[in-house]
Each structure stands twice: as structure tokens, then as C-alpha cells.
């Protein structure tokens, strides 16, 4: 699943599916703690065409991997049904950051370096069960570089730089 994100939303997670009749939705998180979501109170639909819609957030609980949440105005399963595979966003100051993690938008547009040289940018994150990938474009190629600790040895935003080591064979 590719992900492109803009600074001023961050997707915290899909609407899969429903749950029950009562307008309860299942959400597939799309954040490493999923804690977050009992906290939340405000959020946005990211509706087609790029428009958000506050949302109020009246319950969240785990459930088999996923979050069950209630909505304020969506009171049965027809109403809940209309929003499957929207995307539930917060405003950056409302997201939570693990200390040492990194939101894709920031991710997105670092020069990637091993030593002095520069491979190219980060134009995209793929993102799958395994392992997120970082798609580098540069030099007349495209490569995709796995987000692993192994590879990734130090994140500098301010400097717009990731510096890497690359795997034996990635570019041959």
C-alpha cells in the first residue's frame, strides 16, 4: 500500500468495515500505539477530492487487532457503511510521536547518503506487513530501500538527510 502525505493531515487509520448495527466502525490503525486512539476526541475524515470533515470521537476500543469506534452523528450501520475506506487524519499537533520514530511526510523528499555519496531522494513509502519501503529516485534509477535499522543509520530532518548502509546486491 503506497502512502503520500501532506504535513497538514496524518492518517492515523481506515475505516475497514462496520461492526453490529448501532453505526460502530472498525478502523485499521495505521500508527505503532494504539493507546493514541483512547485519547481521541477531535479527528477529520479525509473525504474524496482532498477535503476533511471534523469528526467527533465518542468511543474507541481495541478489538482483534483493529479499533471499534463511535462517531458523533453516525448512528447506525447504513450511515457507517458510507464511510468504509476513508481515512481517519489529526492535525500534527494532535499526533503522537514515539521518540526515535518518524511520520512518512517527513520521511518523503530526505537526500539518502552512504558516506559522501547521494543515491538520490525519497520520493514515496510503500508500505506492507513486513517492512515499510523507501522508494529512492536518482541518477536515472529507482530502487527501493528496506526501512530496517540495519539500513537506516541516522535521520537528520533538519538537514533533509538519511544517512544508509546498502545491502550487498540491492543495486546490482
Given at each position: ?6 504535513a497538514k ?9 462496520c461492526?453490529g ?13 494504539n ?5 481521541l ?29 463511535t462517531l ?16 481517519l487524519?489529526?492535525?500534527p499537533e494532535?499526533a503522537?510521536k ?23 531522494t525519497?520520493t514515496?513509502v ?21 526501512a530496517?535499522?540495519?539500513v537506516?543509520?541516522k ?5 533533509k538527510?538519511?544517512e ?9
Amino acid at each position: 500500500m503506497e502512502q503520500k502525505q501532506e504535513a497538514k493531515k496524518i492518517r492515523v487509520g481506515k475505516f475497514i468495515s462496520c461492526h453490529g448495527v448501532k453505526g460502530e466502525l472498525v478502523l485499521l490503525p495505521l500508527t505503532d500505539d494504539n493507546r493514541r486512539f483512547r485519547k481521541l476526541k477531535k479527528a477529520l475524515l479525509e473525504l474524496p477530492g482532498g477535503r476533511y470533515q471534523e469528526v467527533e470521537v465518542l468511543t474507541a476500543r481495541e478489538h482483534k487487532g483493529n479499533i471499534l469506534v463511535t462517531l458523533s452523528g453516525i448512528e447506525d450501520r447504513t450511515q457507517a457503511e458510507r464511510l468504509k475506506n476513508l481515512y481517519l487524519c489529526v492535525h500534527p499537533e494532535d499526533a503522537v510521536k514515539p521518540k526515535g520514530s518518524y511520520f512518512l511526510y517527513e520521511i518523503v523528499g530526505l537526500a539518502v547518503y552512504q558516506g559522501d555519496t547521494c543515491y538520490g531522494t525519497i520520493t514515496s513509502v510503500l508500505q506492507n506487513s513486513s517492512t515499510d519501503l523507501y522508494e529512492v529516485t536518482g541518477e536515472g534509477r529507482i530502487f527501493y530501500l528496506p526501512a530496517l535499522k540495519s539500513v537506516v543509520k541516522k535521520i537528520d530532518l533538519e538537514q533533509k538527510r538519511m544517512e544508509v548502509e546498502i545491502p550487498d546486491g540491492l543495486l546490482d
